[in-house]
Antibody, heavy 122, light 107 residues
Framework: EVQLVQSGAEVKKPGESLKISCKVS????????IGWVRQMPGKGLELMGIIYPGDSDTIYSPSFQGQVTISADKSISTAYLQWSSLEASDTAMYYC???????????????WGKGTTVTVSS | DIQMTQSPSSLSASVGDRVTIACRASQSLSSFLNWYQQKPGKAPKLLIYGASSLQSGVPSRFSGSGSGTDFTLTISSLQPEDFATYYCQQSYTTPGTFGQGTKVEIK
C-alpha cells in the first residue's frame, strides 16, 4: 500500500526555524515527484513546490520561491519542507502528495499525506 | 503563472440533483486538468485526471469534460457523501496551480 506519513503538529514562535517531513512507503521513492501544498485556515489549496527525489530537482511556485526549502533524503525515503524564519502568516495545514502520471502522460497528485498543522504565534 | 478560475464559488443542491462546476484557465492546458474533492479536516482526494479520466475507485456519477481553457466537473446524482469542496488543478506547468474551490452545500 502506498502511504505518505507526515510528521506531527508544530507550534512555533515567529522567527524560529522548522523542518517538517513526509515519509513514503509502498513504492520507489526516487521514481515519483513529491509536492507540498499549503492550505491556510479556511482557504484553498496552494502548490508550493515539487521535488524529484531521484536527482533532487526542485521547482518552486513563484509565490514560494525563496520563502521555503524543499529537500529529500533518498536513504530514508523522506521529503522535507523547511523554513529558516517563520512568520505568523505561515500558520497553515501543509500536505505532501505524490505526483503520479497516466499512460497518456497526464500528471496528477494521486496519493496524499494527512497533513501537518503548523501554528506560528508569539 | 497560469490562473485557474472556478465557478460558482459555492452552490446549494439537494440529494439527487445534477451538479456542474466550471473551471477556466488563463491559457490553453490541452487536457492537463485534474479535479479533487476535499471534505472538512481531510486531505484532498483525486477524482478526475487528464480532464476526463476517472481515478480508480471513484464512483461513476463523477465525470469530467473539456479541453483547452474550459473544463467541467459533473456529479450526475448528488449523494450525501458528495457534500464537500471541489478544486480543479492544472498540471500543464510544473508544479501546477489550483482553482479557488467550489463548496457544495446541502440545500
Amino acid at each position: 500500500e502506498v502511504q505518505l506519513v507526515q510528521s506531527g503538529a508544530e507550534v512555533k514562535k515567529p522567527g524560529e526555524s522548522l523542518k517538517i517531513s513526509c515519509k513514503v512507503s509502498g513504492y520507489r521513492f526516487t521514481s515519483y515527484w513529491i509536492g507540498w501544498v499549503r492550505q491556510m485556515p479556511g482557504k484553498g489549496l496552494e502548490l508550493m513546490g515539487i521535488i524529484y527525489p531521484g536527482d533532487s530537482d526542485t521547482i518552486y511556485s513563484p509565490s514560494f520561491q525563496g520563502q521555503v526549502t524543499i529537500s529529500a533524503d533518498k536513504s530514508i525515503s523522506t521529503a522535507y519542507l523547511q523554513w529558516s524564519s517563520l512568520e505568523a502568516s505561515d500558520t497553515a495545514m501543509y500536505y505532501c502528495a505524490r505526483r503520479g502520471s497516466s499512460s497518456s502522460g497526464y500528471y496528477h497528485m494521486d496519493v496524499w499525506g494527512k497533513g501537518t498543522t503548523v501554528t506560528v504565534s508569539s | 503563472d497560469i490562473q485557474m478560475t472556478q465557478s460558482p464559488s459555492s452552490l446549494s443542491a439537494s440529494v439527487g440533483d445534477r451538479v456542474t462546476i466550471a473551471c477556466r484557465a488563463s491559457q490553453s492546458l490541452s487536457s492537463f486538468l485534474n479535479w479533487y474533492q476535499q471534505k472538512p479536516g481531510k486531505a484532498p482526494k483525486l477524482l478526475i485526471y487528464g480532464a476526463s479520466s476517472l481515478q480508480s475507485g471513484v464512483p461513476s456519477r463523477f465525470s469530467g469534460s473539456g479541453s483547452g481553457t474550459d473544463f467541467t466537473l459533473t456529479i450526475s446524482s448528488l449523494q450525501p457523501e458528495d457534500f464537500a469542496t471541489y478544486y480543479c488543478q492544472q498540471s500543464y506547468t510544473t508544479p501546477g496551480t489550483f482553482g479557488q474551490g467550489t463548496k457544495v452545500e446541502i440545500k
